[in-house]
């Protein structure tokens, strides 16, 4: 007797042991995979209706992902990253543009910050102390090339910031002192920085865009990349290092930061074969991509297809590490780019504008969910910002007490259906600081845009469903309409305190 009840506490023990709760997988904290690519244009890719750009990897990913049809961000990169990674408007942070691209006097501008300082926290630092083990790679441009200037100086600024120009390397030992790197990834919650810095392009090296590697061909001119013997191809190098760190921590949550530098120019090809296969590739003449204007700019088209196709190689890459070590399941990836296409490399002739304008063409951006049985796989028209995506990664990590300042709202009552309270809400846009057009504010609700330009209160209304071309202007037709969202614009802007221009002819 004595026997068999020693034999039935060995099978309770071991299979006690053995046994994994029901709840593990559930309560397990997903890896977070967030791609962002560098001026990619929301027709850039085949699963946004690209009949000329090769990018089968993504196409197949978008068929098993949540795609968000109305994705946008700011105009330019500045203030997309610096809203992506703060939660924050732009107002928030002073940081309206690109500060070396602003036109205009400082009565016509409130010049732009370069910098996000610290009492601006980014979702990096929550996730950090949720356990999560980050890395960046690639394009940062959330601190300026001279930060304790920058950040003595009375706000706002009487002149536009500058930066050094590509061959000049004299900033490089103050950014790795603890008094400027506090505002690199590694002083923002990520264990490891891979080439982010104050530039907004590769081409660190003399010469810059017109230099032969242009920062994509190795040996690489980023002073935050270490030299490697294998070193070729940028984008694959930042992917080669996005796979090595997830490798590394594969047992624990981590979160890859992959800003890949493609496909900002300098339009450099990936190889010739890929080159020659685009020249003689048949046009799509719906969208314009792969004509020019002219030989030059056909040779510029067809080599940004080959930096494009080389992007959605190396997502497949990452995509084929999961899948072979078995964290797909528990890996959500976001996809998305920070601004609409750049007009030199790329064309749209369904929508108006392109990076740096404030219409479709400069802000409506791909964006696709994947996340396999968590996120059922759709195209949802529900509108959504670069905003959403800092409280999207604290429901994600399960982050309940973050009580910072957010802007957005989690997408995450997406994933299954449409949300009617994010389908409902206004989307609002402040660009202080002048680049390719005057000052403005911006709200989207519903179907309906309504830019006020700050400068003299000239009012523009589109209805994007009917007209995403933006060629008509409703303001005259729909006077109730426009009377309505301008009241909720001013309101939002008088609640908000947000500033404007010296010039502005108006109030709030």
Same mark, same amino acid.
């Given at each position: 007797?004595?026997?068999?009840?020693?034999?039935?506490?060995?099978?309770?023990?071991?299979?006690?042991?053995?046994?994994?709760?029901?709840?593990?997988? &559930?309560?397990?904290?997903?890896?977070?995979?967030? +791609?962002?690519?560098?001026?990619?244009?929301?027709?850039?890719?085949?699963?946004?209706?690209? @009949?000329?750009? !090769?990018?089968?990897?993504?196409?197949?990913?978008?068929?098993?992902?949540?795609?968000?049809?109305?994705?946008?961000?700011?105009?330019?990169?500045?203030?997309?990253?610096?809203?992506?990674?703060?939660?924050?408007?732009?107002?928030?942070?002073?940081?309206?543009?690109?500060?070396?691209?602003?036109?205009?006097?400082?009565?016509?501008?409130?010049?732009?910050?370069?910098?996000?300082? @610290?009492?601006?926290?980014?979702?990096?630092?929550?996730?950090?102390?949720?356990?999560?083990?980050?890395?960046?790679?690639?394009?940062?441009? &959330? +601190?300026?090339?001279?930060?304790?200037?920058?950040?003595?100086?009375?706000?706002?600024?009487?002149?536009?910031?500058?930066?050094?120009?590509?061959?000049? %390397? /004299?900033? +490089?030992?103050?950014?790795?002192?603890?008094?400027?790197?506090?505002?690199?990834?590694?002083?923002?919650?990520?264990?490891?920085?891979?080439?982010?810095?104050?530039?907004?392009?590769?081409?660190?090296?003399?010469?810059?865009?017109?230099? *032969?590697?242009?920062?994509?061909?190795?040996?690489?001119?980023?002073?935050?990349?270490?030299?490697?013997?294998?070193?070729?191809?940028?984008?694959?190098?930042?992917?080669?290092?996005?796979?090595?760190?997830?490798?590394?921590?594969?047992?624990?949550?981590?979160?890859?930061? =992959?800003?890949?530098?493609?496909?900002?120019?300098?339009?450099?090809?990936?190889?010739?074969?890929?080159?020659?296969?685009?020249?003689?590739?048949?046009?799509?003449?719906?969208?314009?991509?792969? &004509?020019?204007?002219?030989?030059?700019?056909? !040779?510029?088209?067809?080599?940004?297809?080959?930096?494009?196709?080389?992007?959605?190689?190396?997502?497949?890459?990452?995509?084929?590490?999961?899948?072979?070590?078995?964290?797909? *399941?528990?890996?959500? &990836?976001?996809?998305?780019?920070?601004?609409?296409?750049?007009?030199?490399? /790329?064309?749209?002739?369904?929508?108006?504008?392109?990076?740096?304008?404030? %219409?479709?063409?400069?802000?409506?951006?791909?964006?696709?969910?994947?996340?396999?049985?968590?996120?059922?796989?759709?195209? /949802?028209?529900?509108?959504?910002?670069?905003?959403?995506?800092?409280?999207?990664?604290?429901?994600?990590?399960?982050?309940?007490?973050?009580?910072?300042?957010?802007?957005?709202?989690?997408?995450?009552?997406?994933?299954?259906?449409?949300?009617? /309270? =994010?389908?409902?809400?206004?989307?609002?846009?402040?660009?202080?600081?002048?680049?390719?057009?005057?000052?403005?504010?911006?709200?989207?609700?519903?179907?309906?845009?309504?830019?006020?330009?700050?400068?003299?209160?000239?009012?523009?209304?589109?209805?994007?469903?009917?007209?995403?071309?933006?060629?008509?202007? =409703?303001?005259?037709?729909?006077?109730?309409?426009?009377?309505?969202?301008? +009241?909720? =614009?001013?309101?939002?802007?008088?609640?908000?305190?947000?500033?404007?221009?010296?010039?502005?002819?108006?109030?709030?």
């Amino acid at each position: 007797m004595k026997n068999y009840l020693i034999l039935f506490v060995v099978i309770v023990f071991y299979s006690c042991k053995n046994e994994k709760p029901s709840h593990t997988k &559930i309560a397990q904290k997903p890896n977070i995979v967030f +791609v962002l690519v560098d001026d990619l244009g929301y027709a850039d890719v085949g699963f946004n209706g690209s @009949k000329y750009f !090769e990018t089968p990897n993504l196409d197949a990913l978008a068929k098993e992902s949540l795609v968000l049809d109305n994705a946008y961000m700011y105009p330019t990169c500045s203030p997309s990253r610096t809203a992506i990674f703060t939660g924050k408007q732009s107002f928030r942070t002073g940081v309206y543009t690109v500060p070396v691209l602003e036109k205009g006097t400082a009565e016509e501008n409130i010049f732009s910050r370069w910098t996000v300082g @610290k009492e601006h926290p980014i979702y990096a630092e929550p996730l950090a102390d949720a356990g999560y083990k980050s890395i960046h790679l690639g394009k940062w441009h &959330i +601190v300026g090339p001279y930060p304790e200037k920058e950040l003595s100086m009375e706000f706002p600024f009487h002149q536009k910031l500058t930066q050094p120009e590509p061959g000049d %390397y /004299s900033w +490089v030992a103050a950014h790795k002192q603890p008094e400027i790197s506090q505002y690199y990834p590694e002083g923002r919650g990520f264990i490891k920085n891979v080439g982010g810095t104050f530039r907004g392009d590769p081409g660190f090296e003399e010469g810059g865009y017109k230099s *032969e590697a242009g920062g994509y061909w190795a040996p690489f001119s980023n002073p935050f990349i270490d030299k490697k013997t294998d070193d070729n191809w940028l984008t694959d190098r930042l992917t080669d290092d996005a796979i090595a760190f997830m490798d590394s921590h594969k047992k624990e949550p981590f979160l890859i930061n =992959l800003n890949f530098y493609a496909v900002h120019r300098p339009i450099k090809s990936r190889s010739e074969k890929m080159y020659k296969k685009y020249m003689t590739k048949p046009v799509d003449s719906v969208l314009g991509q792969g &004509i020019g204007k002219n030989a030059k700019a056909k !040779e510029l088209m067809a080599k940004y297809a080959t930096m494009l196709e080389s992007v959605d190689d190396n997502i497949q890459r990452v995509i084929d590490y999961l899948d072979k070590n078995g964290l797909r *399941e528990n890996t959500i &990836i976001i996809l998305t780019s920070d601004n609409g296409y750049h007009r030199i490399a /790329s064309a749209n002739k369904q929508l108006r504008g392109a990076k740096g304008d404030i %219409y479709e063409g400069g802000i409506k951006v791909p964006m696709l969910v994947n996340w396999p049985k968590k996120v059922i796989p759709r195209r /949802s028209e529900v509108a959504v910002s670069g905003l959403d995506v800092f409280p999207t990664l604290m429901d994600l990590a399960k982050i309940e007490d973050y009580n910072g300042q957010l802007d957005g709202a989690s997408m995450t009552s997406l994933f299954q259906t449409d949300d009617k /309270s =994010l389908k409902e809400r206004p989307l609002f846009w402040h660009l202080a600081s002048q680049y390719k057009h005057g000052t403005c504010s911006v709200i989207r609700k519903g179907n309906y845009k309504l830019i006020q330009f700050l400068a003299d209160g000239k009012l523009e209304l589109y209805d994007l469903k009917n007209d995403q071309k933006e060629s008509h202007n =409703l303001v005259e037709e729909q006077p109730e309409l426009t009377t309505k969202l301008l +009241v909720e =614009l001013v309101d939002w802007r008088k609640n908000n305190m947000v500033p404007l221009p010296p010039n502005s002819v108006l109030k709030f």
